[in-house]
């Protein structure tokens, strides 16, 4: 059974707007509303993969209700902590003319501490059951910055795999506890070692450094370019099929999903990061996200090339 956190999961709102611009009215020529939140969308790629799959963090009010009923529809099992505030909302602006994709992220509901405690403690014990764990994106208001230590350190406890995707100072601060994976895009790697990486020679040193800090694998990220990954057998480059993008909102949580699975089938880890890849492009491919299609995904894996570097 594969675990997923979302702390601060949310209801992804998209809309298509042709030529959009800040500043004017615009009617939407199309829009959506899926169950979202970077975790939640590894939630549905991996179920759509085929595996088993627990969803954990914090869910309150009409939102939450919403997100625990889609989830419930597909068949993967919730055990969050319900919170007295009312999950979040995201916005996705999206412009096929312009090729643009703008995002209004909402900072969350509050969490109380006594919420956190419950967290951690059912955490804890799902974690004794699950021995790949996926935990991904911003918390909310009230849950300290350190919160992904505090879960690598009872994963490592627990005998289970954490595979990492944040950003900012959730991630500055879990780099150091040895997480078993991270996955952060270039920017979030440029913000972490506060230095611009120019091309891919910078960014495998940057990977490098960062296993240093003794994570077993470091993937970042590039979206269309596909990604890096460093790990015991050494530093490759995944590049992606070339696609008609739609929204490439999610395919970094679609990439994480591919990983999880790819690991939980003991795959080697160039095979996961192949299949990590083919999730990643098949969920740009579509407006919705964190939604991807076996036959996209087994078509796109075949046509993913590899280089050592
Ligand atoms: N336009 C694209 N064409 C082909 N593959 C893509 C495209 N965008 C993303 N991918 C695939 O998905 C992977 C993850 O994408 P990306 O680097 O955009 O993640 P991200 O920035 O974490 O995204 P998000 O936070 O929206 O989930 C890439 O490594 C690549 O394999
Ligand atoms: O605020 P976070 O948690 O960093 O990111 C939230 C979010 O932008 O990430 C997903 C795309 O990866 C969306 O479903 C969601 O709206």
Redesign the pocket.
Known sequence: MILTVTLNPSVDRSYRVDNFQVGKIFRAQEENSVAGG?GINVTKVIKTLGEEVTATGFLGGKSGEFIEEELNKIGVKCSFIKIDGETRTCIAILDPVSKTQTEILEKGPYVSQEHVEKFLDNFNELSKSCNIITASGSAPRGVSEDIYVELINIARQNGAKLILDTSGEYLSKAVRAKPFMIKP?REEVEKLLNRKLKDIEEIKKAALELKQFGITIVSI????E??IVACEEGVFR?I?PQ?K?AS??????S?VAGMAVGIKRGFDIVDAAILA?AC??AN?MYYKTGYVTLEDVEHLKNNVKVEKL
């Not at 990220?221 to 269309?224: A, F, H, K, P, V």
């Not at 490439?248 to 949580?253: I, N, T």
Request: charged share 10%.
């Open positions: 970077k895009n990220s590039l979206g269309s596909g990604s995944l992606p696609i993008v490439p909102v999610g395919s970094g949580d990439y890849t990643g492009t740009a």
